[in-house]
């Protein structure tokens, strides 16, 4: 009897940019003050970088502050898990404060958002009310625009 486990796939940087382009989810950890804090982030991909929105309180911003490292994952499966991919990304998270910049990728968010036809509901995780019109995101300031730099690692597996 075989007893040597099955190692699974890696994808191609061609399958995992594949992956990011089609999902808009993600976990982001961050280290914690004992435990690593894992927060789900909605996200937009230009090519090159990942953008994230985030409301401008709570623990992630602690953590944010005093430590900007953090693992990314992005996932894509079946409920049975027949077929599943995963990425997760190594870097650092920095604030984004050019205001061209802050618009542009607000503008991502908003075509992202209609795009997958998400709730307006999900507007409350960015510090928007869902009776509000989405676009309000893109001149208004109730989230903050972190981009994901200095990517060190990225593990990319698939399950066939």
């Keep these: 009897m075989d007893t040597k486990p099955l190692k699974i796939p890696k994808m191609t940087k061609a399958e ?7 999902q808009y989810i993600s976990r982001i950890a961050f280290a914690g003050c004992d435990n ?5 982030f909605m996200y937009v ?20 502050a005093a430590n ?11 409920p049975d898990l027949s077929s599943f991919t995963f990425v997760s990304l190594q870097g650092k998270i920095e604030e984004v404060t050019n205001p061209d910049l802050k618009r542009h990728v607000k503008e991502q968010f908003v075509a992202m958002m209609k795009r997958h036809q998400l709730s307006p509901r ?5 510090g928007y009310n869902p009776d509000e019109p989405v676009e309000n995101i893109i001149d208004g300031e109730r989230s903050a625009v972190w981009k994901l730099v200095g990517v060190k690692d990225i593990v990319a597996l698939k399950n066939g």
């Design 122 to 126: 999900a507007l409350s995780a960015i």
């Design 68 to 78: 900007p490292q953090v693992s990314v994952q992005i996932e894509e499966y079946m």
């Design 16 to 22: 995992y940019d594949d992956l990011i382009e089609r």
């Design 45 to 64: 991909f230009d090519k090159k970088y990942l953008y994230f929105l985030s409301t401008k309180y709570g623990r992630k911003m602690d953590y944010f």
């Design 36 to 40: 690593p804090y894992i927060a789900p």
